[in-house]
């Protein structure tokens, strides 16, 4: 794949953006190669049940969702306890960073709205048990229930950019996580 920009060098990507677009690129051509497996063969393998019921098209985007979501759970899991002890730390943290955690905690069920803004509270879950949830979550599960309305509220006017200026690296993969599930559940609610 060819990333030129031509002479331009301020349109000139930086390696990290380069890499990044070619991960991408192979979850995408990845996707794309097992669907035309499937039309070849005449046979349907659905990954999980949300997939039943999806045209092509949304399925398509369902697998790259999911696959964007897995590759991040891998960044994820270099993580230990070590990098959340700065988060932890935080008498009161900053705003980006209390919206993510906050956010985190109410998608996986760990905080109600009420103990929310308790930040006492909330940092005694930031431990090696929060990073197992975060692994093991599967935003496709019967038993989840995320009112995407809600995440997007408490997110709202926050940006990629933002988190990674004003937080912490942790921090950044924690909004990036959110994000990704987000994307994962809007298009199994196309279904």
Not at 68 to 85: F, G, I, T
Not at 97 to 105: C, D, E, R, Y
């Amino acid at each position: 794949m060819d990333l030129d920009t031509g002479k331009d060098k301020a349109n000139i990507l930086k390696p990290v953006q380069v890499r990044s677009i070619k991960s991408l690129y192979s979850k995408v051509t990845s996707v794309f190669y097992e669907l035309l497996d499937e039309y070849t063969t005449d046979e349907k393998k659905y990954e999980n049940d949300w997939e039943e019921p999806l045209p092509d098209d949304l399925r398509f985007a369902l697998r790259f969702e999911k696959r964007v979501l897995e590759d991040l759970k891998k960044k994820m899991s270099s993580m230990d306890v070590n990098a959340l002890s700065e988060i932890k730390s935080y008498i009161e943290p900053p705003p980006i960073i209390a919206t993510v955690i906050q956010v985190v905690m109410l998608m996986l069920g760990i905080c109600g709205e009420a103990d929310l803004h308790e930040w006492t509270k909330i940092k005694t879950f930031i431990n090696g048990e929060l990073l197992k949830k975060l692994a093991r979550f599967d935003p496709l599960s019967k038993d989840q229930n995320i009112d995407i309305h809600k995440v997007n509220d408490r997110l709202k006017g926050l940006s990629a950019t933002d988190v990674k200026k004003g937080g912490s690296m942790p921090t950044y993969l924690l909004y990036q996580w959110i994000v990704d599930v987000i994307s994962v559940l809007r298009v199994g609610e196309s279904r």
